[in-house]
């Protein structure tokens, strides 16, 4: 596709209950970076990808969030025994190579945890 | 963590006027960027400025450096209802891979 694509837009767990959300980056994007936004909030980093390798995970709020991409492509971002706080929208950007290249955004996972 | 403040929180104005927007920070940054998020949208960039006392115009929008590379500012002249939205700063984290935002300044422009 043109743009990065995420799915699923909105997502409801129950609370302890185990979520996937995708990121699928602009192709032949190196990096990949996973932010975390709280209703009014900016944007907050989670973890980072260059190709397969994740570079950097120190964003990660706890040991229930965990993140892969395994083929160096697409992502996934899985949180385990959902807990109320984890609520938020869970957006996936990728950029051609490092920092210093534009970033493209998702539109983002709207997690509620009921 | 390099933390970015920004201000006003929300800004309520009516179509035709002008405002600014101002992202400040203790900390010196290599370049900060500028974002503009929509409801339901992820943040698009508007402009990165690299150099400090840098000025870029972008059509009703000035962005402007400070000489120091700790804070930034964005005028908009003229503002129209589909200026509406939430203006975010970035900076570079120390990790040197993601950005840091602020929390962003939310504008509601009206006709």
């Known amino acids: 596709g043109a743009g990065v694509s995420q799915s699923p837009r909105y997502k409801v767990a129950k609370r302890g209950q185990d979520v996937a959300l995708r990121c699928d980056p602009i192709?032949?994007?190196?990096?990949l970076f996973w932010y975390q936004q709280a209703l009014g909030q900016g944007p907050e980093f989670l973890t980072y990808?260059?190709?397969?390798?994740?570079?950097?995970k120190s964003g990660l709020p706890s040991d229930r969030f965990f993140a892969e991409r395994p083929e160096g492509s697409v992502s996934t971002l899985k949180i385990q025994r959902t807990q109320q706080e984890d609520s938020a929208v869970y957006l996936c950007?990728?950029?051609?190579?490092?920092?210093?290249?534009?970033?493209?955004f998702g539109q983002g996972t709207r997690l509620t945890v009921v | 963590t390099q933390l970015l403040e920004q201000s006003p929180q929300f800004l309520s104005i009516q179509e035709g006027e002008n405002l600014t927007v101002y992202c400040n920070s203790s900390?010196?940054?290599?370049?900060l960027q500028w974002y503009r998020q929509e409801p339901g949208e992820g943040p698009v960039l508007l402009v990165t400025?690299?150099?400090?006392?840098e000025v870029k115009k972008l059509k009703r929008l000035t962005f402007q450096f400070g000489d120091a590379r700790k804070d930034s500012s964005l005028h908009i002249t003229a503002a129209q209802p589909g200026d509406t939205g939430l203006y975010l700063c970035?900076?570079?984290?120390?990790?040197?891979?993601?950005?840091?935002f602020g929390k962003g300044t939310s504008l509601l422009v009206t006709p």
């Open positions: 400025v690299v150099t400090g006392g």
């Open positions: 950007a990728s950029s051609l190579a490092t920092l210093n290249t534009e970033a493209f």
């Open positions: 990808f260059q190709n397969e390798a994740q570079l950097d």
């Open positions: 192709s032949g994007h190196v990096s």
């Open positions: 900390s010196v940054f290599s370049s």
């Open positions: 970035a900076g570079e984290a120390d990790s040197g891979y993601a950005l840091n």
